[in-house]
C-alpha cells in the first residue's frame, strides 16, 4: 500500500513538473515539412495518433470553444461551419458526434486540407463513422473555394505552423466569414515549458511511428509553432488587426478566437 502511495506521489510530481515547472523555452522558430499531407505512410500514422486520449482531449477542448465561444454568443441550429486543415478528419466527426448527443447544436459542417492524403483519410474516418453528408475538398487555405460571408465558423487545430503565408489565410477567413461569424484556431506554442520540449522530443525519437520519426515529428511541429507575441504580430498584419481577441494557453498549445 505505501508503495502504491509513493509511486502515485512520484507521478503527480513528474505531472506537475511537466505542466507547471521549468521556465519557458526560447528555442527559434525552425520550418518543418510543408502544407498538406501526400505520403500514404504519413498519412497513416498520424491517422493512428488520433485515437490517443490526449488527442481525444484536444479536440474536446476545441469542440468546448465551438460549444460555448469565449467571445461573442454561440451557434444557432443549422449554421455552417468549415475545418480548415482538416487532416485525416477526426475533428468533424468530434463534432458531428457532438451534435448527436445534443452537447451541440446541428451544424452544416464542411472540411478542407491542401493534403491529397489527408482529404483521402479525412472521408474515410467520416465514411466508416457514417457521417455521409459533409463536404470535404482538397484546397488551399490562402485562396479557398468558397463565397464570401458564407461561413458561420472557421476552426483550425494544428495547422496553423504549416502555413506558408499565415497572414494570406488570416484574411481568406476573414472573408469567407459571415458578419458577427468567429474563427477558433488551436495550434502549439513554441514558447511553452522546456518540459514539453523534451517530452516532445523523446517521442520523437522513441515512441511514435517511423514515418513520423522520418519527419522529425512531432517535435517538429512544436518548434514551427509560433509564440504568442508571434501570434498576436500575425494577427496585427491582417484584416483582424481591430477585431476583437482572446489567446488562452493550453498545456504546451494556445487557443485564438476571432469575432469579425
Known amino acids: 500500500m505505501i508503495g502504491w502511495i509513493i509511486t502515485g506521489i512520484l507521478l503527480a510530481i513528474v505531472v506537475i513538473v511537466i505542466i507547471f515547472g521549468l521556465s519557458r523555452s526560447q528555442a527559434q522558430r525552425k520550418v518543418g515539412f510543408a502544407e498538406g499531407i501526400d505520403s500514404e505512410a504519413v498519412g497513416k500514422a498520424f491517422n493512428a495518433l488520433q485515437n490517443l486520449p490526449q488527442f481525444k482531449l ?3 477542448i476545441i469542440v468546448k470553444h465551438i460549444a460555448r465561444p469565449k467571445l461573442g454568443d454561440g451557434l444557432s441550429a443549422g449554421a455552417t461551419l468549415l475545418d480548415l486543415g482538416c487532416g485525416t478528419g477526426h475533428l468533424l466527426k468530434a463534432l458531428k458526434d457532438t451534435i448527436a448527443t445534443k452537447k451541440l447544436v446541428d451544424l452544416n459542417l464542411n472540411g478542407i486540407d491542401l493534403g491529397s492524403e489527408s482529404v483521402r483519410f479525412c472521408r474515410e474516418t467520416l465514411a466508416k463513422a457514417g457521417h455521409t453528408n459533409i463536404d470535404v475538398r ?4 490562402a485562396n479557398m473555394p468558397y463565397l464570401n460571408e458564407s461561413m458561420d465558423v472557421v476552426v483550425s487545430s494544428l495547422s496553423l505552423h504549416h502555413w506558408t503565408d499565415p497572414v494570406s489565410v488570416f484574411n481568406e477567413i476573414f472573408r469567407v466569414l459571415r458578419p458577427n461569424g468567429f474563427f477558433v484556431l488551436f495550434d502549439m506554442r513554441r514558447d511553452c515549458r522546456r518540459s514539453w520540449h523534451w517530452l516532445l522530443r523523446f517521442a520523437t525519437r522513441v515512441v511514435v ?12 511541429s512544436l518548434l514551427a509553432a509560433y509564440t504568442k507575441a508571434e501570434l498576436q504580430g500575425i494577427i496585427a498584419r491582417t484584416s483582424w488587426a481591430n477585431k476583437e481577441n482572446n489567446i488562452d494557453s493550453v498545456l504546451f ?6 469575432r469579425k
Open 253 to 258: 498549445a494556445q487557443v485564438l478566437e476571432l
Open 209 to 220: 511511428p517511423k514515418a513520423l520519426r522520418n519527419v522529425g515529428e512531432p517535435l517538429g
Open 58 to 60: 484536444l479536440r474536446k
Open 138 to 141: 482538397e484546397g488551399d487555405g
